[in-house]
């Protein structure tokens, strides 16, 4: 029985590259040594679900010089008979070491190549895209907010300026759509502090980069964002307009995970123009396709948020704006016990709409505690304007429902503190 390669699956989600991505590197390095590049997609398969053990040498010392590892350390096993024979062109490489700042940023060192001219290439790549990593788990725990935006921003400029020294069309295609994803994470950040006009601004520079790139799987990061950024400028049809634009990029037809996130984005944005029937389709085609979804696969850091967990939270936004406050809640639950923690502003944000869920059945007092929950899971922090805006959703809800109650008195107090101190 085959097993998963898993050293191959941890270099590369370690590296952020996509099955392309490596098969287009180790072609480079073959170029570059002197032979043809006939890597594929599917080459790369083999490799992960070791249906290949052994690559071919050269392929083998391609792949070395891409991650700075040994084949052996990359996961594969050379057969029976060679072992403890391997030549000393395949003894270990020198490994390449990342340093992640405390501000963010991310620095790497790359052991030089003798004699190599200088030049930009996959090494500047790499970096950049751990930088990018930086960022994103600096979104996971706190969101969007100005210091974050200015350094995707930084790190765009930097990746655009690299692009004009590439060494190759492919090189520069690379940087590209490293561009092309720093700016979307600009662009993210405006949008989770709810900044509209500039978040709209970013969006564009970042889908024109995509443009440049070639890269399907920026146009979906891109237009999954445009979504959420016209529900909050009302702009309901364009909402889903923009969820079916994303759905239409190549990369849905390659990766089921991709078609998932962007149907259920499909399905939020029906929900909020009130049609039941097809947010429900939508949920629908979206389970079926993380059914399918290899969730070990490689993918870019930004989408790490997305799986079972975050469709059932999905789950919730819909059943509650589609008026079953009780499933809403009950999804909103299953939610919580699987977001990760290093997820600290999406659980915020679910745990806001389980408040609200509550609310929307009138159980008052439980929804203020679970609100209230809100400001200590943030510890502090200053909350991104996405999770404040949901907050004043719910206390104008409360307000609604309940303007007498001395706790919905309380908890406004509480809220509007929360609010001074942000």
Known sequence: MQENNEGLINAMRESGLTQAELADRVNAELSCAGHEGTVSDRTVRNWLT?????????????????????AVE??????????????????????????????GTTVAV??????????VGTSDVLRLRQGLDALMALDDTRGGHETLERAALAGAS????????GATQRIRLRLYSVAADYAATAAWSALDARQCDRAYALLGKALHLAGLAQDPVAKLRIWNSYAMLAHQRGQRTEAIDSAQAALATATTKRDPLFASLAHARTAVSHSNASDRQAAIRSLGFAQEALNKADLQDPRPSWMAFYGPAELTAMTAIVCDRTGDAAEAEAASHKALGAI??????????????LALAQLHQRDIDQA?????????LMNGS??????????????????TLAPDAALAREWGDRYRAEWRRA
């Open 50 to 70: 070791g249906r290949t053990r052994w690559p071919h040498p050269r392929q083998r010392e391609a792949l070395e010089a891409v991650f700075g590892r040994t």
């Open 74 to 103: 990359l996961g594969f096993s050379p057969p029976a008979g060679r072992r403890g024979t391997l030549n000393p062109a395949e003894a270990p490489v020198r490994r390449r070491k990342f340093f992640t700042a405390a501000s």
């Open 110 to 119: 790359a052991a030089p190549f003798v004699g190599a001219p200088p030049q």
């Open 158 to 165: 930097e990746a655009l300026a690299k692009q004009k020294l």
């Open 340 to 353: 990760p923690e290093q997820f600290r502003r999406n659980r915020a944000l679910a745990t806001a709409r």
């Open 368 to 376: 203020c505690a679970t609100a209230s929950s809100v400001f200590e």
């Open 382 to 399: 200053p909350m991104p304007g996405r999770l404040r805006s949901l907050l004043g959703d719910y206390y104008r809800d409360l307000i």
